[in-house]
């Protein structure tokens, strides 16, 4: 139980052009996703904290306008980055807790992420 | 604020090796202790976890101790093999989010 399901696994755009990234629970209702961020030989950087029905709440440093947040169900979170620069290309994963109500000392199901690369 | 300090790699180590990845953790509040693992091109994948002093996670092969005392949360491995060949991240658990180590490369040759 309690997977994670992120697509794209890869994608490839264009400088300019916005991109949109899944994060899917399958078999459970997720109230909270997170998205992270992970750089080459780097450790995971939160980006922001991803809650049903209300809005993302976004860490320090992060652009809230440039990587857009969508939970707009309880299997479904989305992160958009939007006018892709070639210094947006990372690795972003998201993740959720696997139980509605648990806090985070329970751990996270992740997903598999998503590679940018942005030409 | 949480933090999580974890050796930094990469180790490199001979099949059938003795594994150890240091990891010592801020001692604010009673957090869960996790050992998550990546492979390459992938996301992260739950390896172990321990929830209160003195409790041992286990998978695999793969142990760790939650020591309250020293603040460790230390990984072993009796015997590694090439398949485990990853990256090994130390997280924290807290109130709003899990605070993870800088991660640690281990490579296996046989």
């Known amino acids: 139980g309690a997977v994670v399901s992120q697509h794209p696994s890869w994608v490839i755009c264009k400088s300019g052009t916005s991109v949109k990234i899944e994060c899917r629970s399958l078999d459970f209702q997720a109230t909270t996703m997170f998205w992270y961020r992970q750089f080459p030989k780097q450790s995971l950087m939160l980006m922001a904290t991803s809650n049903e029905g209300s809005k993302a709440t976004y860490e320090q440093g992060v652009e809230k306008d440039k990587f857009l947040i969508n939970h707009a169900s309880l299997t479904l979170s989305t992160l958009t980055v939007t006018s892709a620069h070639p210094e947006d290309s990372s690795f972003y994963i998201c993740s959720a807790l696997p139980y509605p109500g648990q806090t985070t000392n329970y751990g996270y199901t992740f997903g598999s992420g998503t590679r940018l690369t942005v030409v | 604020g949480n933090s999580v300090t974890q050796m930094e790699g990469p180790v490199t180590l001979s099949e059938e090796a003795f594994l150890t990845i240091n990891c010592t953790y801020t001692a604010t509040g009673y957090p869960s202790l996790f050992w998550y693992v990546q492979y390459p091109g992938e996301g992260l994948q739950l390896l172990l976890k321990?929830?209160?002093?003195?409790d041992k996670g286990s998978n695999k092969g793969f142990e760790a101790t939650y020591r309250k005392e020293t603040t460790s949360f230390h990984l072993e491995k009796g015997s590694v093999q090439v398949s485990d060949s990853a990256v090994y991240f130390c997280a924290r658990g807290g109130y709003q989010k899990v605070t993870f180590g800088i991660g640690t490369k281990l490579q296996v040759i046989p």
């Open positions: 321990a929830t209160k002093a003195d």
